[in-house]
């Protein structure tokens, strides 16, 4: 419902599965009840790898495994519960009603949704209607995060390296992304081992919740 | 109190807010007959008498505290759970999970008393409760209504106006109720009372929608509305800008049932008929959406998507009287549309007949026979001696019936019909099964029918059913003088341990005469050595009756392709929703096939409480839980993967502790040391993906679709195992941990630079290498694993335990070590209930059972699973 204008996301690179471990831990922080965090990106490109790093940053001991199977996994113990979904498996959002999905993320943790651009509706032109100014209002991932939040989309750009892309949904997914972008600042300037593939320039992407 | 005095008791709860609420009151049930009122109304004076009204605060904890609470009533009244005579539960709209968790211990409480179960809406509770506050309300009360103007709402619900400054309700007043339903939306209903100020009506249906609509909706109304829910909570504010002063918002403390309410809505329910039928299969939550695929359905059956169907919901569309006009006409005219009530294709239930069935099995009657019986010879029928009558249900009603008659050896089936759009679903074979084993129980030993010669789809079910022609009734049939075939064949299996478990007409009659009940839950004199159990961890419902943790009496997989192949290929990967749907009906079954079992003839009853999707096992849980407390019997929590071991002891005998077990399934890669039965100890787990998953996945980047890790075991055993060498993971860790994902990424990035260098694929070579990289890993830690503990078997468990490559790898690695190695038949492999049944067994053995207050738990290793 915000109606800033300027866009706020960024892009990482990461150089290994410790750095997008460790980009993850930086989030974790900045993390209130009620977030959500959307993870995007292709099989292999270390979704997983993203979230173990956000329960370390949170406190969780327990080993975090991919919830693919079981659709929602739980981690107590840390800082905030973190619900760890995966909806992979999936295959309408009606589904996302049945595993009781906004129930879970309005209730008091953390989420961390691996595949949450699945049911991501077509707002920005495609390839059908390339002409097609999406209205700006809209949130194409109203479906996987209702009330806003981030998006981290991971791409594979070489054995090791990863491309990290984030946008923010809404007004509470702008103050989280820009929040974590100069927390991550902090850490890598901090560290020689952990430099960040460099904060690339802010791309023009910004979604509204509503 | 005497028995005549407790026999009327009923318990009411509701779990679908974060409130929990639960009444038991004293029905007078003859009274209510009496004073049967208009539909969908209520009037203030009522004819039960409360005994207890809570109303606690219970986010997130429905589960756990729920039934530990009703036992906890019972208690102080000093009651039993057997004197309970009717179960009532809220049925949302409202939390997902918790309505789920609240139906399903419903479920099992009313089947194990074997009472009739009924379903009330949770926001027409909500409204009663408003309205009895309203009207309880001292004199004192004409102090100043606070209209909630934005400033006032600002304090909401922080600080919570006093009941006492409640408005008092004059005739002809609206009560707003708004639920939350996440991701800003809502259920709104709006109620109104009566002209003469004795009853209070629904006048819309139950629906979700966005609460700004709603607002605006409201403000045409034109009228004051004394609003209440868990929706207000967020938007208060939008209902207050929108109708300025004609808002009014209750206190916070009446914004969810309480058990008085929930009492008070399941009378009037009753009253007017839309309690349901009292059958505990049939009771279902309230779904205000319907799936894409359930839309398909209806579109198909050539029903309008938002027709209400015959599904029992709670007073849903109690129309608008004349005592409430609709909405006068403005600008822009506010949409009160009714529920599109859930087609849901609902679970067939079969019960004894009672005389309330008469009219809907005539009307199946007059269908299918040309000389139909008329309602006296039914009524005659029924209240013949040596008759069995039953009824074939589902959400829309009777759908079937079938009777029988004994004499004194013979048995002879008096009738068997099915309705005509129902027919070709195994009905009528269903019928006829359940008609042998009420043969047998009257003490019959052969059954015998008549049918028309011309009738060749009847003779080739009997026929198919083992029944065979023995002679001719020549001109048997009045109408047409057609010649009847006599059909003969045996009566069902002899070994019933216990009588029917009538829930219906007979048992009402039984329970005039017998009022304690207690019968019913009375624990056999000596350990019969029989466990129920019940699984519901992932997709299927299923349930399985055996004796001694080896002998298997019964054996019932609700498979779910039955409902999903009605959506026209349309399936749901997940479908939690399924397993309320179905639970109650798998249960009947697994009892009725065990030997019509009743349930006092059980040891105890076994369920998987971990891991699996959690909204699944509530469900199994819950109910679980129930029947355990109407019951008496011990509860058994089983975790998921010490089933998949058991499944192994239950196929081969040798399979004997100390023993080490390597459990492989798309959801666990797990080394167990069991040391002896009934403990565990995990050696080593998969540190990210699951061997079946990394399967599927891989199999999903070549292009072999998903799930695809059986087609990929396929193509493997043409390729070159050696032709890749792929990453051991963690061959050289020391410890037994297992990560697949660095293999999966070491597969993408072979793909990715061979499409690259323009190389290309041997799809068999890489599914081979790929394979064989997985396998390495897990024989040489499982052989290292039997080594260092000196275990004399090796268990292969769960459902990557079919590849063959795997089971020949391990055989070759672990045998010449001279240990025993077991791998499972193949229909064990997949979920089931009597691996549970089995594990369950030997956990009761060492009085391992849990408590009331027990949760299922998504995660959660076997270690843990006391």
């Known amino acids: ?55 370390e940053g949170l406190g969780v001991t327990a080993p975090v495994t991919s919830p693919t199977f079981n659709i929602l996994l739980t981690y107590e113990g840390g800082r905030l519960p973190l619900f760890h979904f995966d909806l992979y498996r999936l295959e309408s959002p009606d589904e996302l009603i049945d595993i009781d999905y906004f129930g879970t993320l309005e209730s008091g943790g953390a989420s961390v949704v691996e595949w949450g651009d699945r049911f991501a509706e077509a707002v920005l032109p495609d390839e059908d209607r390339p002409d097609e100014i999406a209205p700006a209002s809209r949130n194409p991932f109203a479906k996987a995060a209702p009330s806003g939040g981030i998006l981290v989309e991971m791409g594979i750009t070489g054995d090791h390296q990863r491309s990290i892309n984030v946008f923010s949904i809404g007004s509470r997914g702008e103050a989280l992304a820009s929040n974590w972008a100069r927390a991550w600042e902090r850490v890598a300037s901090g560290s020689d081992a952990k430099t960040p593939g460099g904060c690339d320039c802010p791309s023009a992407a910004r979604i509204d919740a509503q | 109190m005497s028995e005549a005095e407790r026999s009327g008791l009923v318990l009411a709860f509701d779990t679908a807010t974060e409130v929990l609420a639960i009444g038991l009151g004293e029905c007078r049930a003859a009274a209510n007959q009496a004073g049967r009122r208009s539909p969908g109304s209520r009037s203030p004076g009522s004819d039960q008498r409360i005994l207890r009204s809570l109303c606690v605060e219970a986010p997130r904890r429905a589960n756990a505290e729920l039934l530990p609470r009703i036992a906890m009533l019972l208690a102080e009244l000093g009651f039993e759970p057997a004197h309970i005579s009717e179960v009532a539960v809220g049925l949302g709209p409202g939390s997902f999970t918790g309505v789920r968790i609240g139906v ?220 409430t006009p609709p909405p006068a006409a403005a600008s822009p005219p506010p949409a009160m549309p009714s529920p599109p009530a859930a087609a849901s294709p609902s679970q067939v239930g079969y019960r004894p007949m ?58 002879h089936v008096m009738s068997l019909a099915v309705r005509a759009d129902r027919r070709g679903e195994g009905i009528g074979r269903a019928l006829l099964a359940r008609l042998r084993t009420e043969a047998a129980r009257l ?201 998949h071991i058991f499944a192994n002891v239950l196929a081969d005998p040798r399979v004997t502790p100390p023993l080490v077990a390597l459990v492989v399934s798309g959801g666990h890669t797990s080394l167990v040391h069991m040391p002896e039965w009934g403990i565990y100890k995990t050696l080593g787990e998969t540190l990210d993906d699951a061997a079946g998953e990394a399967f599927d996945k891989v199999a999903k980047v070549l292009g072999l679709g998903y799930p695809g890790g059986p087609v990929l075991s396929r193509l493997a055993a043409t390729g070159d195992p050696t032709a890749i060498d792929f990453p051991r993971a963690m061959l050289k860790s020391g410890d037994y941990a297992f990560s697949l994902s660095g293999l999966k990424t070491a597969v993408i990035n072979h793909i990715r630079h061979a499409h690259a260098s323009g190389a290309e694929i041997n799809l068999p070579d890489l599914a081979a290498s790929f ?96």
Not at chain 2, 164 to 170: D, E, I, R
Not at chain 2, 812 to 831: K, N, Q, R, W, Y
Not at chain 2, 835 to 861: C, F, K, P, T
Request: glycine fraction near 10%; include cysteine; hydrophobic fraction near 50%.
């Open chain 1, 1 to 55: 419902m915000s109606a800033c204008a300027h866009a706020v996301s960024h892009s990482f690179a990461s150089t290994s599965a410790d750095e997008t471990r460790a980009l993850a831990r930086s989030l974790a922080p900045l993390l209130i009840a009620d977030d959500v965090v959307l993870l995007a990106g292709d099989l292999g490109a270390g979704k997983t790898q993203f979230v173990k790093g956000l329960a």
């Open chain 2, 771 to 866: 394979q064989a990289a997985v396998i390495d890993v897990q024989v040489a830690k499982a052989a290292r694993a039997v080594e260092e503990t000196g275990a004399a078997t090796f268990c292969l468990a769960g459902g990557v335990a079919a590849n063959p490559e795997l089971r020949k790898a391990l055989r070759a690695a672990i045998e010449p070590l001279g240990v025993h190695v077991s791998v499972p038949p193949f229909e064990l492999c997949t979920d089931n209930a009597v691996m549970i049944a089995a594990a369950a067994h030997y956990r009761y053995q060492r009085g391992e059972v849990l408590d009331l207050s027990a949760e299922a738990s998504a995660n959660g290793s076997l270690d843990t699973a006391r």
């Open chain 2, 354 to 411: 009672t005389p309330d069935d008469i009219e809907a099995v005539l009307a199946i009657e007059q269908a299918a026979f040309s000389d139909p019986w008329t309602a006296s010879m039914f009524i005659d029928e029924l209240t013949a001696p040596v008759r069995s009558w039953l009824v074939a249900v589902d959400g829309s009603g009777v759908i079937g019936y079938a009777g029988v008659a004994a004499m004194p050896d013979e048995a």
């Open chain 2, 443 to 643: 003490g019959a030993k052969s059954l015998t029918l008549e049918v028309r010669e011309g009738n060749a789809a009847a003779i080739a079910l009997y026929e198919a059913e083992g029944l065979s022609a023995v002679g001719m009734r020549k001109g048997y049939y009045a109408d047409n003088g057609e010649d009847a075939v006599i059909m003969r064949g045996p009566v069902g299996h002899a070994e019933h341990t216990g009588h029917f478990e009538h829930t219906g007409y007979t048992k009402h009659v039984k329970d005039a005469e017998h009022p304690a009940r207690t019968a019913h839950v009375e624990r056999p004199a000596h350990a019969t050595g029989l466990i129920l159990a019940i699984e519901s961890s992932c997709d299927e419902t299923a349930a399985a009756v055996m004796r001694d943790g080896r002998e298997l009496l019964s054996n019932v997989i609700a498979s779910q392709v039955d409902s999903h192949s009605r959506f026209g290929g349309v399936v749901p990967e997940i479908a939690s929703r399924k397993h309320t749907e179905a639970i109650v009906g798998v249960i009947q079954e697994a009892m009725y096939e065990a030997g019509a079992l009743p349930f006092s003839a059980l040891d105890a009853i076994a369920v998987t409480q971990k891991p699996g999707l959690i909204g699944a096992l509530v469900v199994g849980l819950s109910y679980a839980k129930g029947l355990s407390l109407a019951t008496g019997l011990p509860l058994v929590g089983i975790n998921h993967l010490e089933g």
């Open chain 2, 104 to 323: 399903a211990a419903a479920k099992g409480l009313a089947q194990g008393l074997g009472v009739p179960l009924y379903g009330v809406g949770t926001l027409d509770a909500v409204a009663l409760r408003v309205w009895a506050a309203a009207a309880t309300a001292p004199a004192s009360a004409s102090a100043p209504a606070v209209a909630a103007t934005a400033a006032a709402v600002a304090a909401v619900p922080a600080t919570a106006m006093p009941a006492a400054t409640l408005p008092p309700l004059a005739s002809g007043s609206v009560i707003g109720v708004l639920g939350d339903a996440m991701r800003h939306e809502v259920y709104p209903a709006l109620f109104r009372v009566a002209e003469d100020g004795r009853s209070l009506t629904r006048i819309t249906g139950y629906r979700v929608a966005d609460p700004l609509a709603v607002a605006r909706e409201w403000a045409v109304l034109g009228e004051p509305i004394l609003a209440a829910g868990n929706g207000l909570a967020k938007y208060a504010q939008e209902f207050a800008e929108s109708l300025g002063g004609l808002l009014t918002i209750a206190p916070h403390e009446l914004w969810a049932p309480d058990g008085a309410a929930l009492l008070a809505a399941f009378e009037d329910a009753r009253a007017d008929g839309t309690a349901g039928l009292g059958d505990p299969a049939l009771v279902l939550p309230v779904y205000t959406r319907l799936s894409d695929a359930e839309e398909a359905e209806v579109a198909r059956a050539g029903a309008p998507p938002d027709a209400p169907t015959a599904v029992p919901l709670p007073a849903a569309t109690a129309a608008p009287t004349a005592a």
